[in-house]
């Protein structure tokens, strides 16, 4: 016959091992993403729900090294209105992963100065991992920021939903900015004709003795 405080043990063994948190990652309405174990507000978008066992809770398919990681590695992603293709594979990479990623648009002088800051130019798809930078689009060099960050495999988390973001307040694209004011030569002035004894085409003058 085995000891209660055997049998205790087994039996809380077995139910940590049925229990399952759910695990609710959602993005707010600034576009930042909440790995959350309480249901998000209602004006949530890309909500995700996926349970967690309670004695796997430090395995990679768990939140935790992905929350650790965000923490001391966090990802964000600068593209601008105009950049469509490169953009939009940078943004498809990290959501296929699964990884979390604050999306910032430059499109003006103060996001060009600190995009400039960032990479040393104005150029984007940029990626940038806790301090590491990547300049453009490349598959390999993402997963090679991530791996190194920490971050969960492709695989191990479901992946993101997180769109495009819309145009920032003010922005007008360049297809509907006004045509700007072109230079024309200034036109001369006409000509006045002169008059009077001396004028061309005028009789000539003769002096007169006495």
Known sequence: MRPPLVIGLILAFAASAAWAQQIYRWVDDKGRVHLTDTP???????????????????????????????????????????????CAQARDAL???????????????????????????????????????????AQSAYDSLLDSARYPRAGLLPPGTQAAPSAPEGYVSPSDRPAAPQAEPVKPAPEEKASGPYAPGAPSQRSTKK
């Open 40 to 86: 998000p507000p209602p004006s949530a978008r890309g909500v995700q729900i996926t349970k967690q066992a309670g004695n796997v809770a430090e395995t990679a398919q768990s939140p935790f090294p992905l929350a650790q990681a965000m923490k001391d590695f966090p990802v964000m992603l600068y593209t601008s209105p105009i950049c469509k293709e490169p």
């Open 95 to 137: 959501n296929r992963r699964g990884v979390p990623f604050k999306e910032v648009q430059v499109w003006d002088e103060q996001s060009n100065e600190d995009l400039k800051k960032i990479s040393g130019s104005n150029e984007v798809p940029v990626l940038v991992v806790g301090s590491s930078v990547q300049k453009g689009y």
